[in-house]
């Protein structure tokens, strides 16, 4: 079945740098892959839609300058964290989406084994 | 828009007894719905999904979950609970096929010996 890798699975860096997470889609392309980000003992909060090619769209609320995202191949995509502070410590996990999924597979995103992200 | 509610953010049931977790949608199209679980740190996999196809889903670990329009709900069940069980379980919808999808805030299941 489809696998979706993430790296790095933890991480943590000092306040004011920037950290970049990336999302791979090992066995299939992925035009879309999306972001969430998970606070403890928290549900999933969608933080953008990122596309092959093109510009990623984001939910409101979301700082696009902070949380930059770049979706550069069909099998790439990275959340680049920048100028982090305490406050975005958390767990990021992404998800993608194979394009060529029928039957069972339509409409099934494979999620990432997540990153979490501390910032001292 | 689409929402889901999930009633009850912890839930507990005795090892043998019966799992029913609650998921309320709101979706102003017929909506895709899901069921996923997360086990701690780690990402999300897929218990089962409705599509518009057979009301009743069947899902692996022996889950499986009810379309009732009538009643706008997707609960979850199981007729016999395993410590395995114990996890986070989150129902979410989506509007159309590849589309973003909402999650519910989540229930905790714990089981007890």
């Known amino acids: 079945g489809a696998v979706v890798s993430q790296h790095p699975s933890r991480v943590i860096c000092k306040s004011g740098t920037s950290v970049k997470i990336e999302c791979r889609s090992l066995?299939?392309?992925?035009?879309?892959m999306f972001w969430y980000r998970q606070f403890p003992k928290q549900s999933l909060m969608l933080m953008a839609t990122s596309n092959e090619g093109s510009k990623a769209t984001y939910e409101q609320g979301v700082e696009k300058d902070k949380f930059l995202i770049n979706h550069a191949s069909l099998t790439l995509s990275t959340l680049t964290v920048t100028s982090a502070h305490p406050e975005d410590s958390s767990f990021y996990i992404c998800?993608?989406?194979?394009?060529?999924?029928?039957?069972?597979?339509?409409?099934?995103?494979?999620f990432g084994a997540g990153s979490r992200l501390t910032v001292l | 828009a689409q929402s889901v509610t999930q009633l009850g953010s912890h839930v507990s049931v005795s090892e043998g007894a019966l799992v029913l977790l609650r998921c309320n949608y709101s979706?102003?199209?017929?909506?895709?719905l899901f069921w996923y679980v997360q086990y701690p740190n780690q990402g999300l996999q897929l218990l089962l999904k409705?599509?518009?196809?057979?009301?009743l889903v069947k899902g692996i670990n022996g889950f499986e979950a009810e379309f009732k329009k009538s009643e706008t709900s997707f609960h979850l069940t199981k007729p016999s609970a395993h410590m395995s069980d114990a996890a986070e379980y989150f129902c979410?919808?989506?509007?159309?096929?590849?589309?973003?999808?909402?999650f519910g805030k989540g229930t905790r299941l714990h089981i007890l010996p």
């Open positions: 409705y599509t518009s196809a057979a009301t």
């Open positions: 979410a919808v989506s509007a159309t096929v590849g589309d973003k999808i909402i």
């Open positions: 979706s102003s199209v017929p909506p895709y």
């Open positions: 998800s993608a989406r194979d394009p060529t999924g029928a039957g069972a597979g339509a409409n099934v995103l494979t």
């Open positions: 066995d299939f392309q992925a035009t879309t």
